[in-house]
């Protein structure tokens, strides 16, 4: 059984920094595309196709960032842990939600998801 055990995250002021992690197990990442979306506050029943792509991370390490994500957020991935990360920095208000990672492109295997909360 493939799942997605993510931690990290928490509640920091405007400007902090934060970071996720996501392990893997029962399949390799190694061969996958991996990403992180987020869900905002109001958009609990949203499907999970329709969360915010903040990143999506290839097998060969380079990604792909969401127009939020951009120069402020940094994912990477350790094939050896079968491990998935997300570094945040300068946070904003504006990125507070409910973090998740999955496995493939909206594969349907999906984290049990993090809270960020951002005050201002």
């Known amino acids: 059984q493939v799942q997605l055990m993510q931690s990290g995250g928490g509640s920091v002021p405007a400007g902090g920094s934060l970071s996720l992690s996501c392990v893997v197990s029962g399949t390799t990442i190694a061969n996958d595309v991996m990403g992180w979306y987020r869900q905002v506050p109001g958009k609990e029943r949203a499907r999970p196709a329709d969360r915010e792509m903040v990143a999506l991370i290839y097998s060969g390490g380079s990604a792909t960032y969401g127009n939020s994500a951009k120069g402020r957020f940094t994912a990477s991935r350790d094939p050896a842990k079968n491990t998935l990360y997300l570094q945040m920095n300068n946070l904003a208000p504006a990125d507070t939600a409910i973090y998740y990672c999955?496995?493939?492109?909206?594969?349907?295997?999906w984290g049990q998801g993090t809270q960020v909360t951002v005050s201002s």
């Open positions: 999955n496995l493939g492109f909206l594969g349907p295997t």
